[in-house]
């Protein structure tokens, strides 16, 4: 049988507008400082992240037939992912958040915008299931309604890969653990779902082992600095982060995603979950080198070279 060679993520794609205040930073006042405006949403990023490591990626996702709109799809254009299944919805906003940043980079607050996901219904699903099917495997994010989330449980066929975006959306795939083959929420999330707090390598251990237990073939639990705890099969490691130079930790987590997603597509089942973890982590040091959520310097050559500095330890 031919081999099946293009990747589906379902998920969100926000315009995404930065105001990021000065040397001072005046609450309920008019700030001078900087506005920035960039591509992101969970979805698109891994999305983004994929096509950067030479992965056919397709995002099936929704925006308005606005000025956002036409930027989010310029841009999608420029990074070579693939909207062909995707749909402009008439008359609605594209999805947008907005966050400001007090003078030490943190944020102050943030609204988003992003009802138009609620177009992504099952009818919508069901339309494009086909194409979906004949993925390698279908990565879908928290975006996505817990309904639509459940329709895809039930009509996926290819191994679905799921990032839960936050603690907020993270339940939505609470009831459909044990269709899952491989699972990575951050420590707030693993710990929402499995109700451990997760404080050290011991408790992040019992978390993943629980969501092994709940159904998820494979967990990847990232730890931010304290690295990403893999575990499947009865096997559990916790690979270290590379150190490198931060400038931001945006974005790494999705990074670290679309690693894992093309450590499968690329290798097959033959990677051990030891070097998937390796990969993970090289590709996130990459990551949180540059401002941006999606490292223009992230490739395949570069991740590889990055990893080697774990077969010397
Ligand atoms: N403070 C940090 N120092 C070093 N590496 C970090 C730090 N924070 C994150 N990372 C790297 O990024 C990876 C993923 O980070 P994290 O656990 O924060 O995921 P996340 O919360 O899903 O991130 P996001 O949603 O912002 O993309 C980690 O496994 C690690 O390699
Ligand atoms: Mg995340």
Redesign the pocket.
Known sequence: METKKYIVVIGGMNLDLAGLSGDVYRPRDSNIGEIEMTVGGVGQNIAQNLTRLNVPTYLITVYGNDHFGNILTQECGKNSIYLDYSECIIGKKSSTYLYVADNKGDMVAAVNDMSITENMTPKFLQERIDFINGATLCVIDGNVSAKSIRWLADHCTVPIFADPVSTAKASRFQDILEKIDTFKP??LEAELLTGIKITDEETANRAAGLLNRMGVKNVFI????K??LCSGNGETILVP?IPSN?TS??????C?MATIVWARFFYKESVSLRRVGELA?AA??LT?EVAESVSTKLSVEAVLKRSNIFKNQ
């Open positions: 951050n420590e990232s730890l931010g600095a690295g990403i982060i931060i930790v945006n974005g790494a987590g999705d670290s982590q996130a040091s949180v």
